[in-house]
T-cell receptor, first 110, second 115 residues
């Protein structure tokens, strides 16, 4: 079953605006990851946040984690056309498996 | 640096024909290897994963099988394709070991159309 569920399923914003995507999960985690997928391509790892962290930054990306609510958010600031992609959260299930959500399709309009 | 190769990029196969998709990793040893399938506009479904040569774990019973004949080679196969096997297939690797963060690195994917 899918552990992470992203919200919204699709998001369309103007270039320069900020984009926020949310992820909810069901079980306890050691860490949560965010990936990006350009259309027709493989996924690319963006950022990992550990369960004892509340916020993490990487360039224009900001990830928050609220383990009490079992939720995470990904914020992309000052969006660019190149940020158009699908974004997935993923959590570890067992020792070796990642479970991915259904993803948020982000479209940045010029 | 590590690289992952997956081929072919696209494949059109008739129903009932066999399938073999190959994935190889360079620049690392004893990786964990994964096969996923992705339906259009959907998330990833884990099909198989392997923590070592000859060790295959199947996640979803179906028409597919996987093999790992060498440390850095992972093969997805089918004896007879079904229409429902159409999709986007992704191979990935991660650092082996139980203490790993399990950050996964993906190949470019194979788009399979079964007609």
């Amino acid at each position: 079953s899918q552990q992470g569920e992203e919200d919204p399923q699709a998001l369309s914003i103007q270039e320069g605006e900020n984009a926020t995507m949310n992820c909810s999960y069901k079980t306890s985690i050691n860490n949560l990851q965010w990936y990006r997928q350009n259309s027709g391509r493989g996924l690319v790892h963006l950022i990992l946040i550990r369960s004892n962290e509340r916020e993490k930054h990487s360039g224009r990306l900001r990830v928050t984690l609220d383990t009490s609510k079992k939720s995470s958010s990904l914020l992309i600031t000052a969006s660019r056309a190149a940020d158009t992609a699908s974004y997935f959260c993923a959590t570890i299930q067992g020792a070796q498996k990642l479970v991915f959500g259904q993803g948020t399709r982000l479209t940045i309009n010029p | 640096s590590q690289t992952i190769h997956q081929w072919p990029a696209t494949l059109v196969q008739p129903v009932g024909s066999p399938l073999s998709l190959e994935c190889t990793v360079e620049g690392t040893s004893n990786p964990n290897l994964y096969w996923y399938r992705q339906a259009a506009g959907r998330g990833l479904q884990l099909l198989f994963y392997s923590v070592g040569i000859g060790q295959i774990s199947s996640e979803v019973p179906q028409n597919l099988s996987a093999s790992r004949p060498q440390d850095r080679q992972f093969i997805l196969s089918s004896k007879k394709l079904l229409l429902s096997d159409s999709g986007f297939y992704l191979c990935a690797w991660s650092t082996g070991g139980t203490q790993a963060k399990n950050i996964q690195y993906f190949g470019a994917g194979t788009r399979l159309s079964v007609l």
